[in-house]
């Protein structure tokens, strides 16, 4: 028995001390931070493609940052969104490989597809170093278990839309999704920055990916230093993928559909704008991308709208355009104007990142007092209640369209025309029940030219603008427009919240207006009568080819049989 028990105390120490060799072994080997070769050649890597945003140090103080929102992340802070890692931990080095590979979409960080994949693992590996946490064996990141997507259905749609409402993602996406939840406007990161909320009925625009396991991903880990809260510990995996669901079904598709062409089409009664956008059901939804107007002084380098969509519709007397945008919120006081100054010290003070006092970092929009004390976007109703201040500028919109039929290719300047083409300038301030006309011929020589003959109405609604114009096919002041012809437009939208006015705006480049007629001529007709007519016309010749030399053969033939004269 002793021998016995001897030997088993033995087995143990045996045991043990290689399990204590291989965990020694383990927390030798450290966390996944690279060789020195890799950290240097990522280093040599990040010098010239990553320092002009995220600057020297790491700490996103590059010195492009002041132009850069949402502001280049701070690496030093070990505060990353993108992950596969529970909220508060570090990434994966697998984690760094995909944010550098793919980018983060509609921000500042591109995809760098130009980059091999050992050099995309050699940057994150010197990304690693701006932090000592990264080589911190405790701090070794683990993902979490991440199941793959299981099928859509009707019923989990329904539990997400339950979900959403009960776990409070509304108060800061909004029923809809359009990002225009009450605390949209407070909502802050960890370092006191703007941040807004994604804007879930565009895909498209998430930081880390549209497709349904990423919005499960996001919706597990949290974003890393943002409101967005991780919610492992509080919904099940059933119910997560319930949400993502939900979410999944507020747009439908993760693409934005982008297209360069609005197509008009005919109806046959009086446009009635008292039936707003109920008149346009007949007509095709096109949607265009909106950049920030950085050209010409005053600039906006972020517009808050980054997608508009256009319906457009005729009768027999005008044509009519339905133009949407998202807003997170509607600025109907104020004033607002394409000729509006944003004085030189304004636009410093955005690109160096200061905030005047008592406004909001989102464009130095004012914000009333109960806003900027609201952190909390979970917090009671009666906190988001919270009446806004009056807004200084409205919400507003533009269509511009050539003042002339133009005869070439040529396209006035997208900014408002030029001297030598000149645009007609729809503009709605949304604040006023009317929109006006003016005449551009660039951005420092807007004129009001208006006739009165351009009329609208606008609506807001959940987190939505839909506004109508309307405006004579052949009006008294600018470009006729008929059946079968092809208009250069182009569209500016100003958010009052964020201060935009004047040349601070979103915009659009040159796309193309087409008045389909009203009765589209079918080619098979045409075809069809031109090969009959062609048939008829090689009947008719074969008939006198054969005709006639059909005669002179026979002719030919008869002579033949002739007897020949004999002499007497």
Same mark, same amino acid.
């Given at each position: 028995?002793?021998?016995?028990?001897?030997?088993?105390?033995?087995?143990?120490?045996?045991?043990?001390?290689?399990?204590?060799?291989?965990?020694?072994?383990?927390?030798?080997?450290?966390?996944?931070?690279?060789?020195?070769?890799?950290?240097?050649?990522?280093?040599?890597?990040?010098?010239?493609?990553?320092?002009?945003?995220?600057?020297?140090?790491?700490?996103?103080?590059?010195?492009?940052?002041?132009?850069?929102?949402?502001?280049?992340?701070?690496?030093?802070?070990?505060?990353?969104?993108?992950?596969?890692?529970?909220?508060?931990?570090?990434?994966?080095?697998?984690?760094?490989?995909?944010?550098?590979?793919?980018?983060?979409?509609?921000?500042?960080?591109?995809?760098?597809?130009?980059?091999?994949?050992?050099?995309?693992?050699?940057?994150?590996?010197?990304?690693?170093?701006?932090?000592?946490?990264?080589?911190?064996?405790?701090?070794?990141?683990?993902?979490?278990?991440?199941?793959?997507?299981?099928?859509?259905?009707?019923?989990?749609?329904?539990?997400?839309?339950?979900?959403?409402?009960?776990?409070?993602?509304?108060?800061?996406?909004?029923?809809?999704?359009?990002?225009?939840?009450?605390?949209?406007?407070?909502?802050?990161?960890?370092?006191?920055?703007?941040?807004?909320?994604?804007?879930?009925?565009?895909?498209?625009?998430?930081?880390?990916?549209?497709?349904?396991?990423?919005?499960?991903?996001?919706?597990?880990?949290?974003?890393?230093?943002?409101?967005?809260?991780?919610?492992?510990?509080?919904?099940?995996?059933?119910?997560?993928?319930?949400?993502?669901?939900?979410?999944?079904?507020?747009?439908?598709?993760?693409?934005?559909?982008?297209?360069?062409?609005?197509?008009?089409?005919?109806?046959?009664?009086?446009? &009635?704008? +008292?039936?707003? =956008?109920? /008149?346009?059901? $007949?007509?095709? %939804? !096109?949607?265009?991308?909106?950049?920030?107007?950085? @050209?010409?002084?005053?600039?906006?380098?972020?517009?808050?709208?980054?997608?508009?969509?256009?319906?457009?519709?005729?009768?027999?007397?005008?044509?009519?355009?339905?133009?949407?945008?998202?807003?997170?919120?509607?600025?109907?006081?104020?004033?607002?104007?394409?000729?509006?100054?944003?004085?030189?010290?304004?636009?410093?003070?955005?690109?160096?990142?200061?905030?005047?006092?008592?406004?909001?970092?989102?464009?130095?929009?004012?914000?009333?007092?109960?806003?900027?004390?609201?952190?909390?976007?979970?917090?009671?109703?009666?906190? &988001?209640? +919270?009446?806004? =201040?009056? /807004?200084?500028? $409205?919400?507003? %919109? !533009?269509?511009?369209?050539?003042?002339?039929?133009? @005869?070439?290719?040529?396209?006035?300047?997208?900014?408002?025309?030029?001297?030598?083409?000149?645009?007609?300038?729809?503009?709605?301030?949304?604040?006023?029940?009317?929109?006006?006309?003016?005449?551009?011929?660039?951005?420092?020589?807007?004129?009001?030219?208006?006739?009165?003959?351009?009329?609208?109405?606008?609506?807001?609604?959940?987190?939505?603008?839909?506004?109508?114009?309307?405006?004579?096919?052949?009006?008294?002041?600018?470009?006729?427009?008929?059946?079968?012809?092809?208009?250069?437009?182009?569209?500016?939208?100003?958010?009052?919240?964020?201060?935009?006015?004047?040349?601070?705006?979103?915009?659009? %480049?040159?796309?193309?207006?087409?008045?389909?007629?009203?009765?589209?001529?079918?080619?098979?007709?045409?075809?069809?009568?031109?090969?009959?007519?062609?048939?008829?016309?090689?009947?008719?010749?074969?008939?006198?080819?054969?005709?006639?030399?059909?005669?002179?053969?026979?002719?030919?033939?008869?002579?033949?049989?002739?007897?020949?004269?004999?002499?007497?």
């Amino acid at each position: 028995m002793t021998s016995v028990t001897a030997l088993r105390g033995c087995f143990a120490i045996l045991v043990a001390s290689l399990c204590a060799g291989t965990m020694g072994s383990v927390r030798a080997q450290g966390p996944d931070v690279g060789t020195e070769a890799q950290r240097e050649s990522g280093k040599n890597l990040y010098l010239k493609n990553c320092v002009q945003c995220h600057g020297e140090k790491g700490d996103g103080a590059g010195y492009a940052t002041p132009h850069l929102y949402p502001r280049p992340r701070d690496f030093t802070t070990t505060k990353f969104k993108v992950r596969t890692t529970p909220n508060g931990a570090l990434p994966t080095h697998q984690d760094l490989v995909n944010i550098i590979r793919r980018g983060m979409p509609y921000t500042s960080m591109p995809a760098w597809p130009g980059l091999s994949d050992q050099e995309v693992s050699n940057l994150a590996y010197f990304i690693t170093t701006f932090s000592p946490d990264f080589s911190n064996p405790e701090n070794a990141p683990q993902p979490l278990e991440l199941p793959s997507a299981p099928s859509t259905t009707n019923e989990s749609i329904e539990l997400g839309k339950k979900l959403y409402a009960e776990t409070g993602c509304l108060k800061c996406h909004g029923n809809l999704g359009r990002g225009d939840g009450p605390s949209a406007p407070t909502l802050m990161d960890e370092l006191n920055h703007p941040i807004r909320a994604a804007d879930l009925t565009q895909p498209w625009t998430f930081r880390g990916g549209s497709s349904r396991e990423d919005i499960f991903r996001t919706m597990s880990t949290g974003l890393n230093g943002t409101p967005m809260p991780s919610f492992t510990d509080s919904l099940s995996t059933e119910q997560r993928w319930a949400i993502t669901d939900f979410i999944a079904s507020l747009s439908g598709t993760s693409e934005p559909g982008y297209t360069n062409l609005v197509v008009a089409k005919p109806v046959p009664d009086p446009i &009635d704008l +008292a039936k707003g =956008a109920a /008149s346009f059901e $007949s007509a095709p %939804v !096109a949607r265009f991308p909106i950049l920030g107007q950085i @050209t010409e002084p005053g600039r906006s380098f972020h517009p808050p709208a980054v997608s508009l969509t256009v319906r457009a519709i005729y009768d027999a007397e005008s044509i009519a355009l339905l133009v949407r945008w998202n807003d997170m919120s509607a600025q109907t006081t104020g004033k607002n104007g394409p000729s509006l100054p944003v004085p030189p010290e304004e636009e410093e003070q955005a690109a160096g990142g200061a905030e005047p006092a008592g406004t909001s970092p989102f464009g130095d929009a004012e914000v009333a007092p109960a806003q900027k004390t609201e952190k909390d976007p979970f917090a009671a109703e009666a906190a &988001d209640a +919270a009446p806004a =201040a009056p /807004s200084e500028f $409205s919400d507003a %919109v !533009a269509i511009q369209i050539p003042s002339l039929v133009s @005869t070439g290719a040529r396209k006035p300047y997208f900014i408002f025309g030029d001297a030598q083409s000149p645009v007609d300038l729809w503009f709605f301030d949304l604040a006023r029940p009317e929109p006006f006309q003016f005449t551009g011929r660039g951005s420092a020589d807007v004129a009001s030219n208006d006739t009165g003959e351009v009329t609208g109405v606008a609506s807001y609604d959940q987190g939505e603008w839909s506004v109508v114009f309307k405006r004579p096919l052949r009006a008294t002041s600018g470009a006729a427009l008929s059946p079968g012809q092809f208009m250069p437009l182009a569209f500016s939208v100003w958010d009052g919240f964020s201060r935009e006015r004047g040349n601070r705006r979103g915009l659009t %480049v040159w796309y193309s207006l087409y008045v389909e007629p009203e009765e589209v001529p079918s080619a098979v007709g045409p075809m069809i009568r031109t090969a009959l007519v062609i048939l008829v016309i090689e009947l008719a010749i074969i008939g006198w080819v054969r005709r006639r030399y059909g005669s002179r053969a026979r002719a030919e033939v008869g002579d033949s049989m002739q007897p020949s004269a004999t002499r007497a």
